[in-house]
Every structure is written in C-alpha cells, then in structure tokens.
C-alpha cells in the first residue's frame, strides 16, 4: 500500500464503483475504501432487483461510458418498461460480482474493505490527507456526505419524513400476474382493508418471484405473508427465504457544491453548460405512508447534471457522486437513483483526474 494516492474514493455503491474505475483507468492511483465487506452499497445489498435512471422515455441509454458499461455487464434481459419509466432487472449477486470483477481487473486501483473513514486532515481549502494516506483529490460516495461531515462542510439532508425507509425483501412462489397497476390494486386493497402497512412489487429475475418493498417493521413481515397466503388468490405457498428484515434507508446528505441542483431544474428539464451527465427520472418521493409520490418530467425529455454540482464549494479537491451531489430535496429524489449515480460518479471521476492534471502541470 503507497502512503500517497492520486484519487480516494470513500464508498463503493454505484457512484464509487464507477468513479474508482473511471479515475484508475485514467492511469491515476486510485484507492476504494468502504466500511462493508465487499463493493456494491445500497444496489449490491439491500435486496433491490431493478436498476432505474439508465434511459430516456424510449429506452435508450441517457448515458454513455462507465454506467453504460456496467448496465450491460449487468444485464440479462432487456429493459423493462413500467408505467411511464424503463428499468433494468437484474441480480444483486451479479451486481456485486460485476463490481469485483471490474475493480480488480483495474491496475492503478486498491481497494480497503471493512475501513470506515477514520480521518480526513485539511490544510488551507485542500484535503491533504485520508485515513493516514497523502491524497491528491478525493471523491465523497458514501451516500451520506462522510468525508464532507468529517471536515464540517455545509450539507443538506433528507430524512425519513422526505424519504420512508423500506424493507425490502423476496417473496417466491407469486403465480398471479402482476404485470399491470389494475392487477396489483386487486392484491393492495385486502391489505388496505386489513390495516396492513403499504407495500410495493418490483419485477425480479427468479422465476414465480417479486421484490416485495414494504414500509412497516420487521415484525410486521411474516404476518403480512402469512395474510397473503391466506386471503390472496396465486399467493397460497409464498414464502420468503430471508429470516432478517432490515430497513434500507433512502435519506441521505448532499454536499454543497459550486451549484445546487433544483426540483425546478428537474422538472423543467433544465440544459446547463457544464452538463457532465443526464437523467429523466421523475421526482420520487416516499412518505411515511409507504406510498410513492412521483413528480414527471415533460414527455420524452431530460434535465442536465453540471460539473458544478459535483464539486464542494469550498474545498478545492473534494468531488461528490451519487446520493452526496450538490441538489436540493426535491432533485436529489429524481437523481439518486442508481443509473444516475454510476454517471455521476464516473463524471466525477473525470472531474478529479482533470483537477489532478491541471495541478500537477503548474
Ligand atoms: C428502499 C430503497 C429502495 C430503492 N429502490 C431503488 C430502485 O429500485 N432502483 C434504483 O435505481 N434505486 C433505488 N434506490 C436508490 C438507490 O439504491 C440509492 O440511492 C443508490 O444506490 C445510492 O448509490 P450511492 O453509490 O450514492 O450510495 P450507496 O449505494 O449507499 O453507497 C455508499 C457506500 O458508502 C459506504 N459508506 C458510508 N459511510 C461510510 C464510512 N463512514 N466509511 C466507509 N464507507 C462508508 C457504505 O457502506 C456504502 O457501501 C432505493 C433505495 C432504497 C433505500
């Protein structure tokens, strides 16, 4: 292990996966650490089974580079079309292996697993130093604004009132259609009428088997299976292999950067001209109701990502990607999606690499 590194890279879901790789690609030392096991964060191990963010109104990619690679790495059917959205199926085992197997294939690129940030020393508007190694750039993925925490940089948050917390979890052995809103409001409203917390199903790649996103308690989930397999026509012998229901937390903190993305920016599909990445993903916000309240971009349309966002207003050599970028609450609901953090964390990749070069050329 060096003692100094071109690029650190704190936290490895989607946007630091796709910025460790973009910047070590760059030729760039680059360091990936995470306080979990192994790469992959909140689409490598909370259970989720759609990648969403990835294309445009006809299913076209919004995006090239870095987050197309990996979606076709990843996946093993075509994209999904659901309502007025596509998404991409797929397997949280695949989308931890693909990770791996792209970092390691990476030279220039080590990886810290098990390692929280610990330490993070400032001098002047720079970082100079992360978890005891000299850094040249750092790129803030952890989803929750750690290094920017670690350092008392401004931040917003959202929270479990702007962004519920879900179980998430599988239920085998479905064999009634849930193809069509019609078809799954005929299976929510005996819930509905029993008092049982609002749940979600997601498309999942296992046969016969849904993702179920469910807003209650752990000790609410056996009950609530229980209640399908007994009041739910195609549901009799549905089960679910897990025996822990943690909660997946949606709420995060975003750094204040250079330029604070808007819901009005969203919502009017706003072109900037440091644009480094593109979404169309609406607004999508979850009380604490369960229910999911989404706020559409015009048909067939895209709002822009600039450069601006994903760098720290005052600290020079600080990135953000993913659920960390400079938005607002409303904009982070449409961008914190998972095909819009492999963008911005590859976009921030590109960012810090050229900070780096342009450093190093004075
Ligand atoms: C219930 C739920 C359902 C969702 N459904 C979907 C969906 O269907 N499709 C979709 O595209 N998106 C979905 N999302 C949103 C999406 O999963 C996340 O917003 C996205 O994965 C965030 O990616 P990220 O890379 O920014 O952060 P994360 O994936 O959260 O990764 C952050 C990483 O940083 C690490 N980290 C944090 N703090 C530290 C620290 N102090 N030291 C070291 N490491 C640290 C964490 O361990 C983690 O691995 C859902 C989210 C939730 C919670």
Known sequence: MTAHLDIAVVGSGAAGI?????????????????????????????GLTTLCGLYDDEGRFLNDGFAREFAEALAESAPLRIGRVWVL?????????????LLTATPSLQTLWKTPLASVVVEGNHVVSLNGFNVGTVIDCSGSAEVARAIGLECLATDDKTQAPAIVFPLRNVTRDLSTPAAVAQVLLPLARAGLSSLTFQPSLEPNTVTVKFSGRADQVLPLIEFLQTHVGGFETCMTPLSEFPLARREGRMIVGEYLLTGADVLAARKLPDAVARCA????????????????????????????SLRAARIQNLFMAGKTISADVDAIAS?????CCLATGAAAADLAVAHLESTLAK
């Open 89 to 101: 199926p797929y397997r949280s085992t695949r989308f931890r292996g693909i990770a791996d197997r």
């Open 335 to 339: 961008a914190r999606v998972m095909g």
């Open 18 to 46: 796709a910025a460790a790789v973009t910047a070590a690609r760059a030729g760039h030392t680059t360091l990936l650490l995470d306080q979990r096991p192994a790469a992959g964060g909140t689409g490598g191990f909370s």
């Open 281 to 308: 993903w609406p607004i999508e916000q979850w009380g604490t109701d369960g229910v999911a309240r989404f706020r559409y971009l015009p048909q067939g349309t895209h709002y822009e990502i600039p450069a601006r």
